[in-house]
Every structure is written in C-alpha cells, then in structure tokens.
C-alpha cells in the first residue's frame, strides 16, 4: 500500500497490481485470482469437508451401479441389479453383499439408492446447466443492453417471479405430457431460470460501470469483445455460487415433485420416488425412507456450505465473523 | 412515500396480466384440454356448457380478456370434474384451510427463527451459536416431506402426543391436531431465518457506523436495538416474499401427507383428474397472492431503508 | 501531566495466523489545547493505537497486553466496558474517515446526534434538536435547520464529514481523536475540513490527535508529531522542529518523497521512493525494524541491536542508530 500519496506514484512495483485488467483490451488475468480464492476456499474446514463429501456422494452415485459405458463396482462385483425383484431376499439387514439391506422386494438399496441418486443428481447438474445458460443469457443481454429493453426485459422477470415454484413446474410437465429425465430438466428449468438471469444482469450492471469497461471501450473494442472478455469472466465467481445454490434447490424440487407423484414414478428410481414408496411400509422398513432422505439432506448440505466457502473464497470482505 | 407506493403498486398490475397470460397459454397447450375445440369425449350438453363458460367460440385474444374479466370478478369458471361446483367455490372452501396453515408455519418460523439467529448472532462461535447453527443445518437441508413422515411416525405411533390426521376445518378454530403439519412446514423457514438474521446480524455488527455507535459511547444493548436490528432486518424481511412462496408451494407437500383437506391437496388430485379449470385457477390464485406479497415486502422495504424511496424503482 | 498519558502501550492481534503485535510500546502525551499528529503508513498501528485509547479494539482477537493509558487522571484500560461507554463520546470523541459508512444509512443525521445527546446528558428531544441545529451550524452546515432531518445519502461527502465532527463536538469533549479525517475527501475540501477542526478546536479548547498517512496534513495541522513505523514510535517533536530537522531516515524519506514546488529545497527530476515493505508483524525484530528498508544502515549492529527512543536534539526524541545530527562525518549512504 502507498506509504503516502505523493510516493505511491514512484513505489517500485513489488506491490501488487489489483488483478483486474492491467490494460484495455486484455482479457482479465485469472490465474493469480483462482489460486488466491482456491487458497482461501482450502482454509475453511466446513468448505472442504463438504466438497469432499460432494465428490463422494458423486462417485457412489455414478461408479456403484455402472454409468454408461463404465460398468458399476458393486453391480459387477456382486453381480445385482437394482431393479431386480426377488421376494426370496426380501428385508435383509445389513451385510457386506448389502451395505444398507433391502427392501421389501428384495432389491439391494446400496445399488438402489445409487441409481436413484444418478437420476436425481443427474437431472440437477443438467438443470443447474441449463438454469445457468439460459439466466446467463438473458441477464447478460439484459444488463449489458441496459436503459429501456432493460427494463422491459426485468419487468417480464418479475412477473415470472410471481409464478409459484411447484405448480408452474408441474404445468410444465402437463404441458409437456410426460414425465422422464428430460422433461424434468425442462421443467424445472423453466421454472427456476429467474434467479440466475437476475443475478448475472446485477453483476453485468455493476461491472459495466467499472473503468476498464470504459477503458475497453475507448480503445475501440467492439460490444461482443467487452461482453466476452470482460464482463463474462468477472461473473464466473458468482454463476458458481449460484451453481451450487440451484442444484439442491433442483433436487430437492424433482424430490418433491417425486413424492407426491407427479415427477418420476415407482419403478424408476429417482431419491424422490424412492422416498415416496418407502413411505407406506416405514413403521416396517424406516431404513428406506431414512437413506434416501439422508442422502438428499447431505447433498443440499454439502451443496450449501461449499456455496459459503467460495463466496467466502472469491470475496474475502463479507466474511461473517 | 406516497409516490413510492403508488408507482409499486401501479406496477403490479401489467405484472399481474402478464402472469395470466402465461398461465391462460400454457394451459392450452396442454393434451387434451377443453379449451380447444378439439375431439373429445365429452357429453354434448357438457361440451356446449363449455364453451358457453369458456368462451370457446371466441377468438383467443377474447378468451383470454373474458378470463382476466373473470379473475377481476372472481368468476374462474366451472369445475370440469365436480360437474355442479364452480372453481370459484373449491377455491372458497379449501383456500382457508391452506392459508390457515401456511400462517401457523410462518409463526413457527418467525417466533422460533428470528430469535434463535439473534441470540447466535451475539454469542458468536459458542456452544449456543453451534448448537443453533447446526440445528438450522438440519432443518434446511432436510426435506419437509422426510420430517412431516417422522413426526407422523414419532407423534402417531410412538408417542402419541398430537393427532396426525384431520384438520379443524374452521377458519379461526385451532386445535392439537394443527401442530404437526404447520411444525413440518415451518422447519425449513424457520431454520432459513434463523440463518439469514444471524448472518445479517453478524454483517451488520461489523459496519463501521456500528463502530461510530460505540464511538459516541452508547450502551451496547441500546446500539443492537436500535441500530443493529434495524438494518439487519432489513434482508430478513425481503426474505419474507419467497420465503412466503416457499410456503405455499410446501403446502402442497404437507397437505398430502397429512391428508388436510386444502387447495394444494386439492390441486394434486385436481392434476391426475385432469381439471384443467381448477388447476388453472388454483395457480392463478396463488401467483395473485405471491405478487401481492411481494408488494407487500416492496414496500416494507421502502419503509425500512430510506435509500430506496428517493432513487427510482 | 497531560491531559492524556499513554505508556508503553502494547496492544496484539490474536489471530489463527500467529499473534500480530499491532502496538509495540508506545508512549505519549497530549497536552490540554494542543494537537498531537500521528503519522505512519498503512499498517504502522496508528489506528490501533487511537482505537486502544477509547478501548474500541475488537475484544476477541485483539487485547491490550501492557502499558497505561491515563486521561484526566483515570487510567482507562483497567475500567470495565460500562465505563468506557461513559467516557467515550462525552469526554473524549473520535471520528472516522470514511463518513458514507460512518453513519447509519437509515436513521436521519438529527437522531444521529441527539441520541448522543440524550445518551450523556439525558437532554429531552426538543432541546436535543436546537442543540443539534447549533451544532450543525457551527461546522458550516448550510441550512441546518431544514437539513436536519435528512438523511446521510442525501448530504456530500464533506457535508457528511462535518456532519460526524458535529456529533463529536456535541457533548463537548475534552479530546478528540480524529482519524485521517480527510482521506477520503477530495483535496479542497481537505482544507476546509482541516481549518474547521482548528477552529473548532480553539474555540473550545479541546485537545486533539490527528492520525494520518499526509506529511502535507501533520504540517498543516499538528502542534506536535509522532511518527509510526511497525507499531513503534520512532520519532516525535514538535512540528517546526520536525520539518526544519527530520532525525529518523523514515522521516526524511517520507518528507524525502513530498514534491517541491518552490523554496530552496526545490527537486527536480525523480520523488524518492522507500525500497522495499513494512515488516510483518507477527514475528518482528527486536532490533530496528527499519533497518532492512534503511539507507544508513551497514555492517554495524543497528539490525541487531534493539533501539530505544533518544533526545538528540531539545525536545526531539529519536528511535535510530543513525539520526541525522549523528551522521555528520560524511556518511554516505549505503546503496543496495
């Protein structure tokens, strides 16, 4: 920092430029910005746990039943298949064949439990995608283009803000007739677009008046250049937060919508639709009801603290305490 | 002030049409329904008592202002299904019910949320602030439909302390069996409160005109009541609106699982059955509701932060 | 005795990263009706040193770990938070630099200054407000009477300022802490500001300490001066005596670095900058904590041996092994 203004004109440059762009035209230097934020974000123990047990719950749900082309651990070792009904193993307990036991109809819920997350994970991350393409285009477009379209443009978002959630969803996959895996990503898309498109156009409006956007200009960059290389970059930080603020929001939408039924049925599995059919049988099975539940509390969880720990990481001033 | 109110409010309206509009074309596009005239099997009188209701014959535009006409007059149309009951009075019958829960949700969540983010907020990283915050972990994360099962299960069976069944069905008549359902519902708000006032609270402690507060020597208790709460409650109260249609959209859940006899139970079944009429206005009346609130909290905000009233909206 | 005494002041951050001692044995005095200015870089603990007086020092990271800070007779850093909060505001008044953060966004400037009122002199709120107009008035609010009840946003930045020295003014305290109160505002208004707190101070003569990072604001405002580098005082004077005859090498760089317009010190060609960063100060040395940064410093055991605050010239205190009347047998500076 300056010792005192008149000098800060000659320090030599062992101080630290501010990581935006040093001249106009150059596109933001992000490398010492993402180490410093990743430097952060490993500080905080609650962050790092939960991006571990992200990256867990990912790979249980993917690498136990099989994905595509990779062949499932448990699927193959044990050779099972989570649709499998066989009355014969029926309510085992828990053993190393079945880590959680099974079910009323004997199907194993180590592998079961895994495949509906696939399903319900899987619609989340290509939801949350989708959420991101679509709000980042609209906000983008929306602050970057500013003054009357602006207005208009956000006008039209506050009215779909005043679309409930839930119903506009399941007017969604009326409208759309029937219910898979794509629908729901449609769906739940349509109906949750808003926040992001808000939030990248607050931040589009917000850079738009810093200097190197003047400066940008001044030198004669054309629109899609300053949009690209400048704006854009600057928003990553905040669409990653908003990434990991929508996934749980998505999941815990397909699993309501699951549960009373209007989402993915019995016997596809899906969290929701597996929570949903243990339900009848609980005083029984409770473990069927509990893992899936548990599964997708640790999920929003983990979801949400690693959200906290990169807004911590990538703005250090609004710390808490 | 005036003026600030009057422009929100002046604003609601094309907010409210263009929500219409939405909904009035989405429900067209959706199979088989009746507001086109296409084959269906549908008793004669039945299809002519449509179209006379539906305006069918009308061209789309029309239908759509003869529906808003409608919305003004609470007129919503018949029911497609209950034959001999007009929208209008489902909504009549069941919408209390849903209200009278949501709001029981909502004390929940303010009487127990607010306070415990406070106290956390002024006992910072100790056990209070630990066991609260962990507390609110759960209760965010887990989903409501889970809870509402184990209280049933816990409540009914093991302990039976509250009934999990019925619903009393008159609008100001509250007895045992409200407190498991609005419990339910109230968990995810509750614990959504209890962090937001905490972080707003903590946000607002490290300003500097806090520090300028206990510059001029003020007591601690009057600075947090007088200049910490009123800017941390500032976040909390526009948290309000989507909070509130976190509610309404959780209605829906809980009223399933606890078979109370509500407008989202009712717009469940309303779905498989097919009624589209119903359907249509059910979610018509709750974006109604949610745009209302959110002009509520709009303005409560005006009220609240001064900045806002001078600059445009 | 002055009205304020600080001795050997020490006051550390506890942090996850290592204990930082912000201040590190700092004594001085302020006498009734006179300014004191403290001048440093960033970081150099001046503003913890002001904060440790009033005991506004985040409590939990931070503490006071030795030293005596006397005002009026009482020793303030035994007395429990209660008292403080009687002595903060009615006897001894701070205000801020940045006055857009300083003040409650949501609360009108009269409640601002009348609550401090009714806080210290329980003052009913009608004979609060025409305090307040009077107070208004006296630091050059235009229309104070109409602007009374406006709210922060709509005042400019200097309006703003003179807004805060309005309600540190307001119970009359016999000291006010001032900290760089006009850094954030543009440099023609600094002037203005800096002559109202003059003003203001001789009228009611109050005793002051100004903190800065502006050799230009000490030498406009100070009686006398301290400078901070690395949470020690390592030079202090009276002001005339400091800029005719700068001891300390960190002075002469800092005045070293002010551009000269005219005069016979008149510099052409380059400002001279200091080489090289403040210490980190969680581990610092025990011996000059300039030394690394110094152009006097050569093989001899300045770097090794702590260095303790001298008279080397009436009434001028300095912390080297190489001030500048020492330096006389053609010394030159040592380049690298």
């Not at chain 1, 085992?92 to 319900?120: K, W």
């Not at chain 2, 088989?32 to 099997?41: E, L, Y």
């Not at chain 3, 001894?92 to 210290?120: G, V």
């Amino acid at each position: 920092m300056a010792v005192n203004p008149r000098e800060a004109a000659t320090l030599p440059p062992q101080i630290s430029a501010p990581p935006a762009a040093e001249t106009a035209g150059e596109p933001v230097r992000q490398s010492s910005l993402w180490r410093d934020a990743l430097h952060r974000y490993m500080r905080n123990k609650a962050a790092v746990g939960s991006a571990i047990l992200f990256v867990a719950i990912v790979l249980y749900c993917f690498l136990i039943p099989g994905f595509w082309f990779i062949p499932g651990i448990w699927t193959s070792i044990f050779n099972i298949d989570p649709n499998d009904v066989q009355f014969t193993e029926a309510r085992l307990p828990p053993s190393i064949e079945h880590p959680f036991g099974t079910d009323q109809f004997g199907r194993d819920l180590f592998t079961r439990v895994a495949a509906g997350g696939q399903i319900s994970i899987g619609i989340g991350i290509v939801a949350t995608f989708a959420i991101l393409v679509v709000g980042v285009a609209y906000g983008a477009l929306s602050g970057f283009i500013g003054g009357r379209t602006d207005n208009a443009m956000m006008r039209f978002l506050d009215a779909l803000y005043g679309l409930p959630y839930l119903p506009f969803a399941i007017l969604a996959l009326a409208v759309i007739g029937y219910v898979n895996f794509w629908t729901m990503v449609i769906a739940l898309t349509i109906a949750s677009w808003f926040t992001a498109a808000r939030i990248v156009r607050g931040q589009i409006i917000t850079l738009k008046q810093n200097d190197y956007v003047r400066a940008a200009h001044a030198v004669g960059a054309r629109w899609h250049r300053v949009l690209t290389r400048h704006l854009l970059p600057n928003t990553l930080g905040i669409l990653i937060i908003a990434a990991f603020l929508d996934l749980p929001s998505v999941v815990l939408g397909e699993a309501f919508l699951s549960f009373i039924g209007l989402g993915i049925s019995a016997p596809d599995a899906s969290w929701g639709s597996l929570a949903s059919e243990a339900r009848e049988g609980y005083r029984n099975n409770p473990a069927d009801l509990w893992i899936p539940c548990l599964f997708i509390a640790a999920l929003v969880l983990a979801s949400n603290f690693i959200a906290d720990g990169l807004r911590d990481a990538l703005d250090p001033r609004t710390k808490e305490t | 002030m005036a003026a600030f109110i009057i422009r929100r409010i002046f604003w609601t309206i094309p907010v409210i049409l263009l929500v219409i509009l939405m909904i009035f074309l989405m429900m067209r596009q959706i199979e088989g329904n009746p507001f086109q005239r296409t084959q269906r099997a549908v008793p004669p009188q039945v299809q002519a008592n449509l179209e006379r209701k539906f305006n069918l014959d009308e061209p789309v535009w029309m239908q759509y202002l003869l529906y808003v006409k409608g919305v003004a007059t609470l007129d919503l149309g018949p029911s497609l299904i209950a034959r001999d009951r007009d929208v209008m009075d489902i909504i009549k019958e069941h919408f209390p019910r849903s209200v009278k829960l949501g709001i029981l949700a909502f004390f929940w969540a303010i009487l127990f949320g607010v306070p415990a983010g406070i106290i956390a907020a002024l006992k910072p990283n100790t056990p209070y602030d630990y066991v609260l915050m962990f507390g609110s972990s759960i209760g965010f994360a887990l989903p409501s439909f889970f809870i509402a099962t184990l209280l049933i299960y816990y409540f009914a069976l093991k302990v039976n302390l509250f009934p999990t069944n019925g619903w009393p069905l008159g609008f100001w008549d509250i007895d045992s069996r409200v407190v498991l359902p609005s419990l339910a519902l109230g968990l995810f708000p509750m614990a959504y409160f209890a962090r937001l006032t905490r972080g707003s609270m903590l946000e607002t402690m490290q300003q500097d005109y806090v520090r300028t507060a206990r510059a001029k020597g003020l007591r601690w208790k009057s600075i947090v009541t007088r200049h910490v709460f009123r800017n941390s409650l500032i976040p909390v109260v526009t948290a309000t609106a989507p909070l509130f249609g976190l509610i309404i959209t959780g209605t829906f859940i809980i009223e399933v699982i606890f078979s109370i006899p509500g407008i989202g139970r009712y717009f469940v079944s309303s779905v498989s059955a097919r009624d589209y009429s119903v359907v249509m206005g059910i979610t018509v009346l709750t974006s109604i509701i949610i745009i209302l609130m959110n002009l509520m909290v709009d303005i409560a905000y005006g009220f609240l932060d001064p900045r806002t009233r001078t600059s445009k909206s | 005795m002055g009205l304020l005494d600080v001795t050997n002041l020490k006051t550390h951050f506890f942090t996850g990263e290592g204990v930082v001692q912000a201040v590190d044995g700092v004594s001085f005095s302020v006498e009734k009706g006179r300014t004191l200015g403290i001048v440093g870089e960033s970081g150099c603990g001046k503003s913890v040193t002001a904060l440790s007086i009033m005991g506004l020092i985040p409590k939990p990271p931070a503490k006071i770990v030795d030293g005596s800070v006397v005002f009026d007779g009482q020793e303030l850093t035994t007395l429990g938070e209660r008292q403080l909060e009687d002595v903060r505001g009615k006897h001894i008044a701070m205000i801020f630099q940045d006055p857009m953060t300083s003040l409650n966004p949501t609360f009108k400037i009269s409640t601002q200054i009348t609550e401090t009122l009714d806080r210290h002199f329980d003052m009913p709120k009608g004979a609060a407000r025409k305090r307040a107009v009077e107070l208004l008035e006296e630091v050059g609010i235009p229309r104070a009477a109409e602007r009374l009840d406006d709210y922060p946003h709509q005042f400019s930045g200097g309006m703003r300022q003179r807004v805060m020295i309005a309600i540190g003014l307001s119970c009359n305290p016999k000291l006010l802490i001032a900290d760089e109160p006009t850094t954030a505002l543009d440099v023609t208004i600094q002037a203005q500001i800096l002559d109202l707190l003059e003003k203001l101070r001789e009228d009611h003569q109050m005793a002051m300490i100004i903190i800065t990072h502006d050799m230009g604001v000490i030498a406009e405002a100070a009686d006398d001066v301290a400078v901070m580098y690395a949470g020690q005082i390592v030079e202090q004077a009276p002001v005339l005596e400091l800029f005719d005859h700068p001891e300390h090498p960190y002075t002469e760089a800092l005045l070293g670095a002010l551009p000269q317009l005219e005069g016979d010190g008149i510099r052409e060609g380059r400002l001279t900058a200091i080489p090289g960063r403040p210490p980190d100060l969680v581990n610092p040395s025990e011996a000059c904590r300039f030394a690394p940064r110094c152009p006097y410093h050569g093989d001899d055991s300045c770097a090794t041996r702590p260095q303790e605050l001298r008279e080397v010239r009436p009434n001028h205190l300095v912390r080297s092994a190489h001030p500048t009347s020492e330096r006389g047998r053609a010394r030159e500076p040592v380049t690298s």
